[in-house]
């Protein structure tokens, strides 16, 4: 029997998500199924606004990073516009969805599933934090392009003698941050969930600068919270999320008056979505593509796909939504030990 697929990619893009519209296209077309992609995350449902796709035309998109389907954040729950939502499945034949992105994505298709409809859920983002599987995709190559950042600015800030603060994405938690921590020379590394403060991250890159004569590096992830800094007068994004990026410049002014040296400021933003997606995250959307499309023709509806200790899982999108899969406090000074 042949079935009609629908995907979309909401939230941050990362890199090997149009390697996943590829794998889906191909497993789909081998064994007699279709697929289209809706534009721009839940406004193209909205909006009605969706492309067919197939294993030819998506061929040249492999190994490229962001979305050709692009991403929008888009909260049809909040909007009142679900009815829409279901008239442009129904107009398009769509007899299976699979949603792509973080919990903001995955929390309205778990809404579209408990409306009746068959929705499987991918997890993608370059923060890691989906809670209920090992990885997302897209951490793999963030990671990647934050260490050659990194790496490659190194040198200089230690030939002219200057402290270097990276921000890294991160608004809840630090995987990233802390992954690209460990493979560069930084000393100390701040995320949202603890335990370095200000003061310790400071006290790390004095004591760096004290045993190795030259300049020190500190990670830094966007959310942190700093004490007597108030970052609750920020934008919110349709799903309530507050814009935290820039965290960095305060830590550097804090920085300045704690030792006298000025910092070096850089914000990595946006650079740690692009690159050639790394062989992980290529296996990695193989293995979502095939085993969400597995789990559709089984008939299983409102899972996320998941990868649990290496081995296919499922985990109902209702337990996925509104949490996060942080990094364990005692895990964070255990990796912190091997800083520097």
């Known amino acids: 029997m042949h079935l009609r697929f629908a995907v979309l990619t909401g939230g941050g893009d990362s890199s090997g998500i149009n390697d996943f519209l590829y794998f889906l296209a191909q497993r789909l077309e081998r064994e007699g199924h279709s697929l289209i ?9 909205v909006n009605n606004d969706a492309v067919e796709l197939d294993r030819k035309s998506l061929a040249q998109y492999r190994f490229t990073a962001g979305t050709l389907l692009g991403t929008e954040r888009k909260n049809p729950i909040k ?3 679900m009815d829409l939502v279901l008239n442009s499945l129904k107009d398009w034949g ?28 991918v997890a993608q983002t370059i923060d890691d934090d989906v809670y209920g599987t090992d990885r997302s995709l897209g951490y793999y190559t963030a990671i990647y392009q934050g260490v050659n950042a990194v790496n490659s600015m190194v040198n200089s800030n230690v030939a002219h003698d200057r402290d270097m ?27 949202p969930e603890g335990p370095m403060s200000l003061d310790e991250m400071v006290n790390a890159m ?9 300049a020190a590096l500190a990670i830094v992830s966007e959310g942190i919270q700093l004490e007597g800094v108030d970052r609750c007068g920020l934008q ?4 309530g999320n507050l814009a935290y990026a820039g965290v960095s410049y305060i830590v550097g002014d804090l920085y300045k008056k704690a030792t006298g040296r000025n910092a ?5 933003g946006y650079l740690l979505r692009g690159g050639t997606p790394v062989p992980q995250d290529v296996e990695l959307a193989a293995f979502y593509a095939n085993y969400a499309i ?33 990094v364990d406090p005692e895990y964070l000074k255990q990796q912190f030990k091997l800083l520097g």
């Not at 941050?177 to 701040?190: D, F, Q, R, S, Y």
């Open 37 to 45: 992609g809706f534009r721009r995350s839940w406004l193209g449902l």
């Open 79 to 81: 909007d009142g516009q």
């Open 94 to 121: 769509v007899d299976v969805l699979i949603a792509m992105g973080g919990d903001d994505t995955l929390g309205v298709a778990n809404h579209l599933a408990q409306m009746g409809f068959t929705v499987v859920g």
């Open 165 to 191: 603060i990276v921000e890294i994405m991160g608004r809840d938690a630090g995987w990233l941050a802390l992954g690209i921590a460990v493979n560069t020379p930084a000393c100390a590394c701040m995320c």
């Open 206 to 214: 004095n004591e760096y600068r004290r045993i190795n004569g030259k």
């Open 236 to 239: 919110r994004d349709a799903f």
């Open 264 to 268: 070096r400021v850089q914000v990595m």
């Open 294 to 326: 597995d789990l559709a023709l089984e008939g299983t509806t409102g899972v996320l796909a998941a990868l649990k200790d290496g081995k296919p899982a499922t985990v109902p999108l209702s337990e996925v939504m509104g949490r996060k899969k942080l």
